[in-house]
């Protein structure tokens, strides 16, 4: 939440600053900013409300020259979306400007004391206090980098700051305090970037070191030096990021969202490369660290994740039972905490998360480790807190996922979590030769079949084209598909805004069937597995109350065309395979609604792509 860029070097650094907020805007669009150190060594500022096309309009009329600068594209917390608002913060005597992730949970105090010393505000943002703090301590005679850390170490909560002071022109300055989203330091050749997210920087530099908790970074355009809150140094790992630029770019797409649904069969086949042995039958997950006596020490699994990556849980389960025969549940993250979870050494919880920042997952996380669980997670994004915390864990291979609603992603983690549970089916010794090297061979076609959905790409246009001014939808499905219809309903609500439930179909005659008339489209997932006859019956049910029926259906299954109004194929796929590809048409299906309804594809309202607030 929130985008943060940071530059320091010979580059123009509006430029910078503004191309690596446009990469970073999908984490927030409330407002945007950014302030230059200038060449009479002042601070200059401009920010605007709404998108960062109204600063770059701004900018256009009113540049800004100077080659240190940092930027910020907002999500709200704390004061309504407005100019004053929005970051960069000058201190009360401009010697100071500060760009924030996060929240200062003591803020009002904070507030409170500098006040009483009159200080004046001229915000209504938690961001303030840091600035105002930080120039009472320059005042006081303090260098700068003291003044910030005694700053930071007064700060309670989650926050990620950038600072840059005309006291010291040749420096910038950043620390991450707790899971407040990523602090990454991109280092070039004579030039410093900072940015919240890798995307933001990667076209200028493919090194980069990920700040942790606590730590404080201090770059001049030739050098960087990191040191913990209390100033001793620190050594940091410098990671070689493999990310393609072109891939964090929309191309020939019109939304990046569209681009990542269409890159999904790519993604799968980066997520299986190098992990399937398709020859000898097995799964290599080498970041997991999984031993047979681990393997076997656990009893249960706890699955962790918000969102889309709930549902992508929701699926899980039924491989982790079927495949490794452990019992397992799924938890919202941000529940997780709140109910008194039963955890001890005997437990395994699995974080999924793509962005590796959301905070509530971050906290069960803690807490799960904190009762003794062995944690574990799949995550995208590289260096992210989630897979630092972790026992084990899965790099996802999406790739960049920017489109907010979360598509590629969601594919990927299904096959991480199948691939999981054969790894440990195998050393628990729950699966047969035979059957592991079939649940191997199974994968090999998966992204072949992604490839086949996609190419009746311009069927789901025809369908949206029909249905786009539809008010309500309901999504139904049974055992593993029952992720599928949530997820489904999830992708529809929150690029269309139009109401949609995913409901397990057999729950339907216990109250939802009370919604159903003729202005109620039905998607019903049918693909033909183990449960495919109870769909049937829940779409003549459907049917009978004048629902319009939308059918995913397997390839070949002529008889369901008898039963529903539109029918949607897909390739036949192994059943705990199918939620891969029954989720694409739903994802393309989502994605046309909501550009027939003209809406912002890749930045809905009130939405933003790293939640990294509770
Ligand atoms: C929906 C979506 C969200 C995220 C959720 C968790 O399309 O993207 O529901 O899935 O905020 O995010 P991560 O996976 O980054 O923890």
């Given at each position: 939440m929130c985008g943060i860029v940071g530059y320091i070097g010979s580059r123009e650094a509006s430029a910078v600053v503004v191309g690596g907020l446009k990469k970073l805007e999908y984490r927030g669009y409330d407002s945007a900013g950014m302030a230059v150190l200038a060449q009479n060594g002042h601070i200059e500022l401009r920010r605007d409300v709404g998108k960062l096309s109204n600063l770059q309009a701004t900018l256009a009329t009113s540049p800004l020259a100077g080659h240190i600068g940092i930027g910020h594209t907002r999500w709200a917390t704390h004061g309504a979306p407005?100019?004053?608002?929005?970051?960069?913060?000058?201190?009360?005597?401009?010697?100071?400007?500060?760009?924030?992730?996060?929240?200062?949970?003591?803020?009002?105090?904070?507030?409170?004391?500098?006040?009483?010393?009159?200080?004046?505000?001229?915000?209504?943002?938690?961001?303030?206090?840091?600035?105002?703090?930080?120039?009472?301590?320059?005042?006081?005679?303090?260098?700068?980098?003291?003044?910030?850390?005694?700053?930071?170490?007064?700060?309670?909560?989650?926050?990620?700051?950038?600072?840059?002071?005309?006291?010291?022109?040749?420096?910038?300055?950043?620390?991450?305090?707790?899971?407040?989203?990523?602090?990454?330091?991109?280092?070039?050749?004579?030039?410093?970037?900072?940015?919240?997210?890798?995307?933001?920087?990667?076209?200028?530099?493919?090194?980069?070191?990920?700040?942790?908790?606590?730590?404080?970074?201090?770059?001049?355009?030739?050098?960087?030096?990191?040191?913990?809150?209390?100033?001793?140094?620190?050594?940091?790992?410098?990671?070689?990021?493999?990310?393609?630029?072109?891939?964090?770019?929309?191309?020939?797409?019109?939304?990046?969202?569209?681009?990542?649904?269409?890159?999904?069969?790519?993604?799968?086949?980066?997520?299986?490369?190098?992990?399937?042995?398709?020859?000898?039958?097995?799964?290599?997950?080498?970041?997991?660290?999984?031993?047979?006596?681990?393997?076997?020490?656990?009893?249960?699994?706890?699955?962790?994740?918000?969102?889309?990556?709930?549902?992508?849980?929701?699926?899980?389960?039924?491989?982790?039972?079927?495949?490794?025969?452990?019992?397992?549940?799924?938890?919202?993250?941000?529940?997780?905490?709140?109910?008194?979870?039963?955890?001890?050494?005997?437990?395994?919880?699995?974080?999924?998360?793509?962005?590796?920042?959301?905070?509530?997952?971050?906290a069960a996380c803690e807490l799960a480790k904190q009762k003794g669980a062995t944690l574990w997670s799949i995550v995208n994004a590289v260096g992210s807190q989630a897979t630092r915390i972790s026992h084990g864990y899965i790099p996802m291979q999406a790739g960049p996922e920017i489109g907010v609603a979360s598509t590629k992603a969601f594919t990927t983690s299904l096959v991480d979590q199948y691939m999981l549970a054969c790894a440990l089916g195998e050393l628990r010794g729950t699966l047969s030769p035979q059957r592991l090297r079939q649940l191997v061979d199974d994968l090999a076609q998966l992204p072949y079949l992604a490839g086949q959905v996609l190419e009746h790409d311009e069927e789901y246009e025809a369908l949206a084209g029909l249905f786009f001014k539809a008010k309500n939808f309901l999504y139904l499905g049974r055992g593993i598909n029952y992720a599928v219809a949530r997820e489904g309903a999830l992708k529809l609500k929150e690029i269309s805004y139009i109401h949609a439930e995913g409901y397990p179909a057999g729950e339907m005659k216990h109250g939802p069937i009370a919604l159903i008339d003729e202005t109620m489209p039905v998607v019903c997932l049918a693909t033909q597995d183990g449960l495919y006859d109870k769909m049937i019956s829940q779409i003549q049910q459907a049917k009978a109350r004048d629902g319009i029926v939308l059918a995913v259906a397997t390839e070949g299954d002529e008889a369901i065309r008898v039963e529903a109004d539109h029918v949607l194929y897909v390739p036949a796929t192994p059943p705990l395979l199918s939620p891969v590809v029954n989720t694409i048409p739903l994802q393309l299906f989502a994605y046309y609604v909501a550009v027939r309804l003209g809406a912002d594809v890749d930045q809905p309202r009130n939405l933003a792509k790293s939640v990294t607030v509770e």
């Open positions: 407005s100019e004053r608002n929005a970051h960069p913060h000058v201190s009360m005597n401009g010697r100071v400007v500060v760009v924030h992730n996060g929240i200062v949970e003591n803020f009002a105090t904070l507030r409170d004391e500098l006040e009483a010393e009159g200080v004046v505000f001229e915000s209504d943002t938690d961001t303030e206090v840091i600035v105002q703090m930080i120039e009472r301590y320059l005042e006081a005679g303090e260098a700068l980098e003291t003044a910030v850390r005694h700053t930071l170490q007064q700060l309670k909560g989650a926050n990620a700051v950038v600072v840059m002071s005309q006291d010291r022109p040749d420096t910038l300055l950043c620390a991450r305090l707790g899971n407040a989203g990523g602090i990454t330091l991109g280092l070039g050749q004579d030039e410093m970037f900072i940015a919240s997210d890798i995307p933001a920087i990667l076209e200028y530099t493919r090194q980069m070191i990920f700040l942790e908790n606590r730590q404080i970074a201090r770059l001049t355009r030739h050098s960087y030096e990191i040191t913990d809150l209390d100033g001793r140094s620190v050594l940091p790992e410098i990671h070689q990021i493999s990310w393609d630029p072109v891939s964090a770019a929309k191309g020939e797409y019109k939304h990046f969202m569209q681009k990542e649904i269409h890159e999904q069969p790519q993604s799968l086949i980066d997520t299986v490369r190098g992990r399937v042995d398709f020859e000898n039958g097995r799964v290599h997950l080498p970041e997991m660290n999984l031993t047979p006596e681990l393997a076997q020490r656990v009893q249960k699994l706890i699955i962790i994740a918000c969102g889309t990556s709930y549902y992508s849980g929701l699926a899980g389960k039924f491989m982790f039972e079927s495949i490794a025969r452990l019992p397992t549940e799924v938890a919202y993250a941000s529940e997780f905490r709140y109910y008194d979870p039963i955890v001890d050494a005997g437990t395994a919880v699995l974080a999924i998360t793509q962005s590796g920042e959301t905070a509530d997952t971050l």
